[in-house]
Nanobody, 125 residues
Framework: QVQLVESGGGLVQDGGSLRLSCAAS????????MGWFRQPPGKERELVAA????????YYVDSVRGRFTISRDITKPTVSLQMNSLKPEDTAVYFC??????????????????WGQGTQVTVSS
């Protein structure tokens, strides 16, 4: 069993920045990709950004491209999400997820094996 622990959420003003981190409990998990999802109030969970562990390839949804950056620390392993120029519409619970499936479709929630508990991000206008 792999546990994912998120940290770094909070309250920030429109235009501000936050950095989220996700630490995996063990390194032996055959991880193919890690992703950050978010779930706004009353809406479905959606992909924000994903990272392919083997070669560092990154994927972003259009609404955050240029504002958010996903990165990794191989030694821990930890995946972070730097969020700049935050907007009120970014308000959501943010979840870290990990998948061991080769060729995972990044935006498919069902293809991720492990999930963190979620961390609240609130952007005030």
């Amino acid at each position: 069993q792999v546990q994912l622990v998120e940290s770094g959420g909070g309250l920030v003003q429109d235009g501000g920045s936050l950095r989220l981190s996700c630490a995996a409990s063990r390194r032996t998990f055959n991880m193919y990709a890690m992703g950050w999802f978010r779930q706004p109030p009353g809406k479905e969970r959606e992909l924000v950004a994903a990272f392919r562990w083997s070669d560092g390839a990154q994927y972003y949804v259009d609404s955050v491209r240029g504002r958010f950056t996903i990165s990794r620390d191989i030694t821990k392993p930890t995946v972070s999400l730097q969020m700049n120029s935050l907007k009120p519409e970014d308000t959501a619970v943010y979840f870290c997820a990990a998948s061991g499936k080769y060729g995972v479709r990044y935006d498919n929630v069902a293809e991720y094996d492990y999930w963190g508990q979620g961390t609240q991000v609130t952007v005030s206008s």
